[in-house]
């Protein structure tokens, strides 16, 4: 992919993500991973999964990510210029007419209320689609594998309704499901070379 | 000014997490000096939500009304900058590609954070669901969830379609 056509499948994605970072992500899944084929659905979930660690906004995080697989460094700036500015110089244009005018938005109402279901319905779709290749890699590794993704799944969906700090939960599952997967490898290579 | 201003602005993307997650220390910190009100950053937040982009561009829009351009240019500055720490996580992945817990680190990762995403996304319509009943809210977004799972309708037209029927929906539910 050429850095032109980079930098418009960003603003593109940037300009469309109307509603917030829901309908970015679900943007960019369906370019690189339906349209595009840069990466399959396991591996955007787990790209999406390491976005959680940085601070700051996790899409444009994200978008990093993509844009690194893509270019290096060159894709990371691209990504990041792509998705950013068109989207910020629009926010700033719309700031100045809302100062400008009467700022009597009441007619927004009805289509900010359509929106929020529409996006947390592509949000929803996304996270089903990037679920199931992972359990499918898990069960296709071991069933142990298998058996620590869904415990680890229903566990930080536990922990959440508990109230637990997000980033707890994160690294506590990503921990958990670390030192399963080593020990499972350390049990299985004494069998190997018996 | 402007050096302060850029410090404080950096200070808040870089100590929090998601878009929204820097509003409480923007907001004490543009108050206490006097420099934006409570009323600015409900501005911020609504034009945020309607501008396209990522959410955390309410920062953007919050820096224009307060510091004019200066602001804005600072603002988006500051909020591209800590989601490049990334990187860093990216390149202790590769370099520990070769170790089976970093694929179990990775793939509990992703499945912590679809855990909390599951609990966290109808938490998002129970607002929308006060305003204009929790029948038209839920059953919106089922029909958009079943859409979203075809992988040839375009996310804008899933958009565009929610705001349209929002729009026409709304003098009789709200």
Do not use: K
């Not at chain 2, 995403?117 to 029909?143: C, K, M, N, Y």
């Amino acid at each position: 992919v050429g850095p032109w056509c980079q930098l418009r499948l960003w603003t593109v994605i940037g300009l469309q993500s109307v509603g917030g970072g829901a309908a970015t992500l679900s943007l960019m899944f369906r370019t690189f991973v339906d349209r595009r084929q840069t990466l399959d659905a396991a591996e955007f979930g787990r790209d999406w999964g390491l976005a959680q660690l940085s601070p700051g906004m996790h899409v444009l995080s994200m978008a990093v990510l993509l844009g690194r697989g893509l270019a290096g460094w060159r894709g990371v700036l691209l990504a990041t210029v792509g998705l950013m500015i068109p989207s910020a110089l629009l926010t700033i244009l719309l700031t100045g007419a809302y100062r400008w005018a009467s700022r009597d938005l009441g007619w927004l109402d009805g289509p900010l209320w359509g929106l929020v279901p529409a996006v947390v319905g592509l949000a929803t779709a996304v996270s089903i689609r990037q679920l199931w290749p992972l359990l499918r890699e898990a069960r296709a590794e071991s069933r142990t594998a298998l058996v620590t993704a869904v415990g680890v799944l229903v566990g930080s969906v536990a922990a959440f309704l508990l109230g637990l700090p997000v980033v707890a939960i994160l690294l506590g599952g990503a921990g958990a499901a670390a030192v399963v997967a080593g020990l499972t490898v350390r049990r299985s290579e004494p069998a190997e070379r018996g | 000014v402007e050096l302060e201003l850029f410090g404080i602005l950096l200070r808040s993307c870089l100590l929090t997490w998601t878009g929204y997650g820097n509003l409480p220390l923007l907001r004490d910190d543009f108050t206490a000096r006097g420099w934006g009100t409570d009323a600015q950053v409900t501005d911020a937040l609504l034009i945020g939500q309607v501008a396209p982009g990522p959410t955390g561009l309410w920062v953007v829009s919050f820096g224009y009304l307060t510091f004019g351009w200066v602001g804005g240019v600072l603002a988006l500055i500051a909020s591209a900058l800590p989601p490049l720490l990334v990187l860093l996580a990216a390149r202790v992945r590769d370099r520990l590609a070769a170790w089976p817990a970093t694929g179990g680190f990775l793939r509990g990762l992703a499945m912590a954070t679809t855990g909390v995403g599951t609990v966290i996304l109808p938490l998002l319509l129970v607002d929308a669901s006060h305003r204009a009943g929790a029948a038209a809210t839920f059953g919106l977004a089922a029909v958009c969830c079943l859409l979203g799972l075809h992988p040839r309708v375009p996310p804008w037209a899933i958009l565009l379609g929610g705001a349209t029927l929002g729009g026409v929906l709304w003098p009789r539910l709200a």
